[in-house]
């Protein structure tokens, strides 16, 4: 086991620092704290199976670990994602987060700031093992003139560069969650368009729930309570997410009347006013759980152009995967990961 984890932070440490060398400087100190924060998941990563043998665990941990292992065998062998040896170890947050992601979009205009990384390509987003570093790019950012967003990410993927391990805030989540959330962090290591986060994260997102539903609806039936909770849960979701779509269609529009030239103050109080107007209109939608999404902004800042940028980002072409499912395998997930497959060959 330590002569694993060695030869897997050797390896992260050349990628990123050939990394480095590609880039200018100033992305070197970025790449450093990236590295030292994936280097001590990696290094204090135990074997699940070697976990397991604590008799010392809770009954709830253990349960969920053994999840972990039934969703992921569902994953390679019911599904189609190509086997991987991610998420068989796990890693202890000792109830502390880990990463923070940061987006930024123009202030007047859902243009996604982007950043080159080598082997990725163009990406939306930067990712900080520390709040301080995440913060400290937000606020250079909005004093040039951005909307910016900090998010607290729980699961990420090194695109089946490293072994990905379970972190235990994902042991949180009910079983539904939990094997959308692996279904969409696998499906990365599976499918990653290069320089396209857009299709490459909705593209997961509707693996991730498409595949949940139909593992739920293998395990406990399709009437069942559990599947038909969760088949609840993302109709709402769906909703949720196409009200915040067409919002964002409604400030594309706003923004397109817009001059440079106009005063900025005035742009900000109507950008604003439409923003609000988008948020107090969520109760016209006919949502199951009305208590939750009526009233999801409460005690919350109102959204911004990186809220919203975010939003296009993991779920703009959900509609399109489908209404291609339906065209190419007659709606049938496992025949069109397989075609996925086939068409983006790594």
């Known amino acids: 086991?330590?002569?694993?984890?060695?030869?897997?932070?050797?390896?992260?440490?050349?990628?990123?620092?050939?990394?480095?060398?590609?880039?200018?400087?100033?992305?070197?100190?970025?790449?450093?704290?990236?590295?030292?924060?994936?280097?001590?998941?990696?290094?204090?990563?135990?074997?699940?199976?070697?976990?397991?043998?604590?008799?010392?665990?809770?009954?709830?941990?253990?349960?969920?670990?053994?999840?972990?292992?039934?969703?992921?065998?569902?994953?390679?062998?019911?599904?189609?994602?190509?086997?991987?040896?991610?998420?068989?170890?796990?890693?202890?947050?000792?109830g502390?987060?880990?990463?923070?992601?940061?987006?930024?979009?123009?202030?007047?205009?859902?243009?996604p700031k982007m950043w080159w990384f080598p082997?990725?390509?163009n990406v939306s987003y930067k990712g900080f093992f520390s709040l301080d570093g995440a913060?400290?790019?937000?606020?250079?950012?909005?004093?040039?003139?951005?909307?910016?967003?900090?998010?607290?990410?729980?699961?990420?993927?090194?695109?089946?560069?490293?072994?990905?391990?379970?972190?235990?805030?994902?042991?949180?989540?009910?079983?539904?969650?939990l094997a959308e959330l692996l279904f969409h962090e696998l499906s990365h290591s599976t499918i990653y368009i290069k320089g396209n986060v857009d299709f490459s994260e909705s593209l997961a997102n509707f693996i991730g729930m498409r595949g949940a539903i139909m593992y739920m609806q293998d395990k406990y039936g399709k009437d069942s309570k559990e599947c038909m909770r969760y088949v609840n849960d993302i109709a709402d979701i769906d909703r949720f997410e196409q009200y915040m779509l067409n919002g964002a269609i409604k400030l594309d529009s706003l923004y397109a009347t817009m001059k440079g030239s106009d005063n900025p103050i005035g742009k900000r109080k109507l950008k604003q006013a439409y923003i609000a107007k988008i948020v107090a209109n969520l109760d016209t939608v006919n949502f199951i759980d009305k208590g939750y999404y009526y009233h999801v902004f409460d005690?919350?800042?109102?959204?911004?152009?990186?809220?919203?940028?975010?939003?296009?980002?993991?779920?703009?072409?959900?509609?399109?995967?489908?209404?291609?499912?339906?065209?190419?395998?007659?709606?049938?997930?496992?025949?069109?990961?397989?075609?996925?497959?086939?068409?983006?060959?790594k």
């Open 1 to 94: 086991m330590v002569a694993r984890v060695v030869k897997l932070t050797l390896e992260l440490v050349l990628m990123l620092f050939v990394a480095s060398c590609l880039c200018c400087a100033k992305y070197t100190s970025y790449l450093s704290q990236a590295a030292a924060g994936q280097m001590r998941i990696l290094a204090k990563s135990e074997p699940i199976d070697d976990y397991l043998k604590d008799t010392a665990i809770p009954d709830s941990v253990r349960q969920k670990l053994q999840l972990v292992k039934e969703i992921r065998a569902y994953a390679f062998d019911k599904l189609g994602l190509l086997p991987t040896n991610n998420y068989t170890k796990f890693f202890d947050q000792q």
């Open 299 to 345: 005690n919350r800042p109102l959204p911004n152009n990186a809220y919203f940028i975010v939003k296009r980002q993991y779920n703009s072409k959900m509609n399109f995967f489908a209404e291609e499912m339906d065209k190419i395998a007659g709606g049938d997930l496992v025949k069109y990961i397989a075609y996925l497959r086939e068409k983006y060959k």
């Open 96 to 111: 502390k987060p880990l990463l923070w992601v940061v987006s930024a979009s123009k202030e007047f205009t859902l243009e």
């Open 119 to 121: 082997i990725v390509g």
């Open 135 to 177: 913060r400290d790019l937000a606020d250079d950012l909005q004093a040039d003139g951005y909307d910016t967003r900090i998010r607290e990410v729980n699961a990420w993927s090194t695109l089946g560069w490293f072994s990905d391990p379970v972190m235990s805030t994902m042991l949180e989540y009910p079983e539904a969650d």
